[in-house]
């Protein structure tokens, strides 16, 4: 079955610092990847995702993240943190049910914390 | 992009009573809708996968017959939660995929969620 981990409960970053949330992943075949975030009470919101093509992908909000291969990862980068980034931040992989239908499975979630 | 709506946002009922969430894809067609459930500082738990105009999906150790799912339409599915009790008490995030062979992305595009607090 596909999973993915993400090994850190909460990252720290200071305001206008890069920030890194990590994410691996265990896959039988290509990886379908996706980054969401979740602000507090609210739905979960696309940041990107990784089909297949160039390594480096660019999302929303200045976001991006680089699928790696070798390492099995998959981690959720910016160059320049913002307060407004704080929030939960979900990394994903696409499974294929029994019944054929695709689905997400989630990690467990990582928080980020911006300070300014 | 693609919206996806929840009513109600917010909703307390009485053990025993049933209750009704809708979730809508305002501005694109769903064949596929999914019903998550999130407990406070946890991750997602899918429940079921809902195909319009067939029987939903329900994950291991989800009861069919407490979580009722209907998708009637290709812009709507509704999750009724019959005979509440409060350990129903949780967020309930709905989301959506677009069609297949109409610039599907194979995306989800999920829904504000629905939290429902059952006394």
């Known amino acids: 079955a596909q999973s993915v981990a993400q090994p850190e409960d909460q990252v720290n970053v200071a305001e206008g610092n890069p920030l890194t949330v990590k994410c691996t992943y265990s896959?039988?075949?290509?990886?379908?990847l996706f980054w969401y975030v979740q602000y507090p009470n609210r739905g979960l919101q696309f940041l990107l995702k990784?089909?297949?093509?160039?390594?480096l992908v660019k999302g929303s909000y200045g976001f991006e993240a680089e699928f790696n291969k070798s390492q099995t990862s998959f981690h959720l980068k910016k160059p320049s943190a913002l307060v407004s980034d704080s929030a939960l931040y979900f990394c994903a992989v696409r499974d294929r049910a029994p019944g054929g239908y695709n689905k997400l499975i989630f990690g467990a979630g990582t928080r980020l914390a911006v300070h300014p | 992009g693609a919206v996806v709506s929840q009513h109600p946002s917010r909703v307390i009922c009485k053990s025993g009573t049933s209750v009704k969430i809708e979730c809508r894809s305002l501005d694109f067609q769903a064949t596929t809708m999914f019903w998550y459930r999130q407990f406070p500082k946890q991750s997602l738990m899918l429940m079921a996968t809902s195909n319009e105009g067939s029987k939903a999906t329900y994950e291991q150790g989800v009861e069919k017959d407490k979580f009722l799912i209907n998708h009637a339409s290709l812009t709507l599915s509704t999750l009724t939660v019959t005979s509440a009790h409060p350990e129903d008490s949780s967020f309930y995030i709905c989301?959506?995929?677009?069609?297949?062979?109409?610039?599907?992305?194979?995306?989800?595009?999920f829904g504000p969620g629905t939290r429902l607090t059952v006394l």
């Open positions: 989301s959506a995929r677009d069609r297949p062979g109409g610039g599907s992305t194979d995306t989800q595009y």
């Open positions: 990784y089909i297949t093509g160039d390594n």
């Open positions: 896959v039988s075949g290509n990886p379908y």
